[in-house]
């Protein structure tokens, strides 16, 4: 089970990655269609059409595929400010508390994010832009995105549970 989840982290970081390098080429690309316009003049005037949409949504991909391979590695912005200061199993109650609180917070999210992805669905939300993307597909990355950060949030906390002990550290070594 270990490696499963650690694998499903790992592919959805590099999804993440995939996403800003498919913003990096369609904005390049769209730039050198702009300057092919400046140099030969109107008759070269091209454009990707809803290229400023598409990234958009990659955007919005890299972003949300990125929380749970960032939580999992320890890269989110953490303060230790009181946590460092306090008992070993004060601190670990502390930890059970937050990531159950967060974890219901992203259970939460996730659902919500797919009520508004199946409402999208049902009345057939169009996106404004050029090409008319049903607004649902995007929406399906962030409701991924978002289940996965809440199962990678879930996995810590049955991690400390089995470790009776904190497992939060400063150590983003994993």
Known sequence: MRRLLDTLYTISGGLAALSILAI???VSAQVGLNILARLGGPSLSFTIPSYADFAGYL??????????????????????????RLGARVSWALEL???????????YATWYAASLMKESHHYSDKSTGMIA????????????????LTLA????????????????????TE
Do not use: K
């Not at 949030?153 to 983003?172: F, G, W």
């Open 24 to 26: 990096c080429l369609l």
């Open 59 to 84: 955007l919005a991909a890299a972003s949300f595929l990125a929380l749970a391979p960032t939580f999992r590695h320890g890269t989110h912005i953490r303060v230790n400010l009181v946590i460092s």
């Open 97 to 107: 508390f937050t990531l159950a609180v967060a974890g219901c917070a992203m259970g």
């Open 133 to 148: 993307v049903p607004i649902w597909i995007p929406q399906v990355v962030m409701v991924l995105g978002l289940g996965l």
């Open 153 to 172: 949030i879930l996995d810590r906390l049955v991690e400390s549970l089995r470790a009776r002990q904190p497992v939060l550290t400063d150590d983003a």
